[in-house]
């Protein structure tokens, strides 16, 4: 396959300009995708363009990952419905050093190599440029007509909010990029996604208009749930690719809960996978949904991916102590950090660490801690084996709770039944 019939079958072509195929079979291609440092942290929906230059790189071109430390300071009104919060330079620098390094684990930015990927900031040669040379040297190419006609300027002009001049500047600005990477880099391609598509033509234009020259482009749909749900966000907000602000155990259980729909889609994405494998992977998956085959493959790829191997070990094993048969040795195994990590959710009590010293008897422990309403049904559930400290069944026989249970001399998690666990805290 060539490297846009494998993207067409992953499903991550939506609009192409004409000749953009056969130059991609014609020579190696320098293309680029721009970042934006809103963040010290990209999200799971910066995995597609990340994914765009994998694969432009993995097809033998030359990647270009751009940070937008100028466009950065505007904001993109593509796909928002107001005006952006601008940003200081400085925690723009700081935001674009968290991009720099996260973007350097996906692409091989070995020099040696031909078509070694390359960072560039378009701040580099905004910094110098003057308002009225820009205008001058840049504007003239662009008519108003031409900028109007753009779907994110149309529906912005037709909202409540308006746009400001900064934001009406953003398309040209951003074409700007193409018009200098194409005659800095001999970038010829910007990919991106459909959204950007009024941005990224407006950069053809230029390129056409001020140098003479032809440039191309294509862009992948944006991600969409199955259920119409927002890809990438969750109760809690974003799923990042920062392992502080999304913990690996987080990301992997992002992608296990994925629908059968959402994972059919996703296992072509988001994954490096070979054709074969994924075919292998959607038939078993139909012949047994519950197995949840592809869910499995996709979290453990994708985690491996933006995270390692070892992130993926530690994954599985606190999924099992909440929802397999791990052993109270899988629990003592974790340290405070992971078993917080795997508690995240989980209703949390506090009990005072005295109590514990002397012996607690259980019933009063499970009512006390409201974690039963009454002793009358603490003591029932007890009775009937129905209780589990620290993942092992606590007998009939066994009625007192000491210091020695607590995991990390601090906590305990009791388990109600076969699904309610409780984090009691020592204190």
């Not at 466009?71 to 419905?81: A, E, N, W």
Request: charged content about 25%; some cysteine; hydrophobic content about 40%.
């Amino acid at each position: 396959m060539t490297l846009i019939e494998e993207l067409r079958w992953r499903g991550m072509v939506q609009d192409i300009m004409p000749g953009t195929e056969e130059l991609l079979q014609k020579e190696m291609v320098s293309g680029y995708i721009g970042f934006d440092p809103t963040s010290d942290s990209l999200h799971i929906g910066s995995l597609v363009p990340i994914l765009l230059l994998v694969h432009l790189q993995r097809a033998g071109h030359k990647p270009y990952a751009l940070v937008g430390g100028a466009t950065g300071m505007i904001g993109d009104p593509s796909g928002k419905s107001e005006e952006r919060n601008l940003l200081s330079a400085e925690v723009l620098q700081h935001n674009q050093e968290g991009v720099r390094k996260q973007l350097s684990k996906f692409l091989d930015f070995d020099s040696a190599k031909p078509n070694a990927a390359v960072m560039v900031n378009n701040y580099d040669w905004f910094k110098g440029v003057g308002f009225l040379e820009f205008i001058r040297d840049a504007g003239k190419h662009i008519t108003v007509n031409y900028m109007m006609a753009k779907d994110s300027v149309k529906k912005r002009l037709e909202g409540e909010t308006g746009m400001s001049f900064t934001e009406f500047t953003y398309q040209l600005i951003q074409g700007y990029d193409f018009y200098w990477l194409y005659e800095h880099k001999h970038c010829k391609l910007q990919m991106g996604g459909s959204d950007q598509w009024g941005n990224i033509t407006t950069g053809t234009e230029l390129i056409r208009r001020k140098a003479g020259g032809e440039a191309f482009a294509f862009t992948c749909p944006l991600i969409r749930k199955a259920d119409g749900g927002k890809f990438g966000k969750t109760e809690k907000g974003n799923v990042w690719l920062d392992a502080t602000k999304t913990s690996p155990y987080q990301f992997y259980q992002f992608w296990l809960n994925a629908s059968d729909d959402d994972a059919k889609q996703w296992i072509k994405i988001f994954t490096l996978l070979p054709h074969t494998e994924i075919d292998a992977l959607l038939v078993e998956h139909e012949a047994a949904p519950h197995q949840r085959a592809l869910q499995k493959k996709l979290a453990r790829e994708l985690t491996v991916f933006v995270h390692s191997e070892h992130d993926y070990d530690f994954a599985v094993k606190a999924s099992e102590i909440l929802f397999g048969n791990a052993t109270t040795e899988a629990l003592q195994s974790l340290n405070e950090e992971q078993l917080l990590q795997v508690m995240e959710g989980v209703p949390t009590v506090e009990v005072s660490k005295s109590q514990l010293e002397a012996g607690y008897d259980i019933v009063s422990f499970l009512a006390d801690t409201q974690i039963f309403p009454s002793k009358g049904e603490a003591r029932k559930m007890w009775q009937s084996g129905g209780i589990g400290i620290n993942k092992r069944k606590i007998s009939s026989d066994e009625n007192l709770l000491k210091q020695s249970d607590l995991l990390q001399d601090k906590y305990l998690l009791v388990q109600k039944g076969k699904k309610n666990y409780y984090l009691v805290k020592a204190v």
